[in-house]
């Protein structure tokens, strides 16, 4: 029986694309598509979106909620708020929208007041959506801000560098917060694709790095994988890495000392996206007291 390659869960199968994987940002390029309503689950869109959308949706169900419950309070009768009565059918809108508003959020400043029963009811209501919305929007909040993330820079290019008597496969990190990262690994991964019985096929191979674990990141740590006669790199060229389309794929794993969990990051680079025959040049310098300065922005720079 054939032994199934390797695949670490993006399919071996090549699809004629030529863009990477893995974007910039850490997410993989793949869209979602033929999915039910069903499959929709809201706490995670909320919790994955970007924070402008976020707030901006926030924003927008608050004005939406006060423009529905206004159109009500007019709808019985702008009568029945003591106070609203305005000489345009805009100004009792806006007399309705701003009481409605101050009725969501238990404000209550007084100057405008339900009368009858109707009026009342449709307050009470709204005062008890208001409640749990409000405590939904902070339960969202909480959860955005709360949860543990890694904010990782990776060099721009990857190097091809002189190593000992040979070459060496390098790139660079460094955390771009000022929290404590712990047990740091990295995981480096090798796709190129190949032709198989006249079609081509995605085929992957793990790289042996250098130092695979380091205990800190204070500073910046060069990530090298040392290309020698069992490396998948060995006797590969600039072209050779372009014809197969190589693209270096990422994964690093840490314990956030802040958060007391385990964080991730991914990254890749491709083929067109090293540099060979350079070093990285020194991200960080010692001044006259004897302390370390890291320079965070030179992490990519070449000497």
């Known amino acids: ?44 869109y909320l919790i994955n979106m970007s924070w402008p959308g976020f707030l901006g949706l926030i924003f927008l169900g608050y004005v939406l ?64 959506l208001g409640v749990l919305g409000f405590a939904l929007a902070t339960g969202l909040l909480f959860g955005r801000v709360s949860r543990p993330s ?13 190593y000992q008597d040979g070459l060496s496969l390098q790139f660079r990190v460094v955390n771009l917060r000022k929290n404590s990262l712990m047990e740091i690994e990295v995981r480096t991964m090798l796709m ?12 992957y191979k793990m790289l042996r790095m250098e130092r695979d674990q ?25 072209e050779d890495l372009d014809r197969l389309q190589a693209e270096f794929l990422i994964l690093i794993k840490a314990y956030d000392d802040t958060f007391a969990q385990t964080v991730q990051a991914r990254y890749s680079y491709r083929h067109d996206e090293i540099v060979w025959g350079k070093r990285f040049a020194p991200a960080f310098s010692v001044d006259g007291s ?13 000497a």
């Not at 993006?10 to 033929?34: A, E, P, Y």
């Not at 190129?192 to 085929?203: F, H, L, M, P």
Request: glycine share 10%.
């Open 1 to 44: 029986m054939r032994k199934p390659s390797f695949d670490p869960g993006l399919t071996n199968q090549f699809t004629g694309s030529f863009r990477r994987v893995i974007n910039k940002d850490g997410s993989f390029n793949v869209h979602r598509r033929g999915a039910t309503w069903r499959d929709f689950h809201p706490y995670l």
């Open 65 to 128: 909620g006060n423009t529905v419950f206004a159109l009500a309070y007019c709808a019985i009768g702008i009568d029945q708020l003591q106070g609203a009565e305005a000489a345009t059918s805009f100004g009792r809108f806006l007399n309705a929208f701003f009481f409605s508003s101050h009725t969501l959020s238990t404000v209550g400043y007084g100057n405008i007041s339900p009368k009858g029963t109707v009026a009342n009811f449709l307050a009470a209501f709204e005062a008890l």
């Open 150 to 162: 890694a904010r990782i820079g990776f060099s721009p290019n990857m190097l091809v560098a002189p």
């Open 192 to 203: 190129t694709v190949d032709r198989e019985n006249g079609q081509s096929k995605r085929s």
């Open 214 to 238: 380091v205990l800190f990141m204070p500073l910046t740590w060069t990530i090298v994988h040392p290309i020698d006669a069992e490396s998948p790199l060995s006797g590969l060229t600039a």
């Open 290 to 302: 004897g302390d370390m300065i890291l320079e965070v922005d030179k992490v990519g720079d070449l």
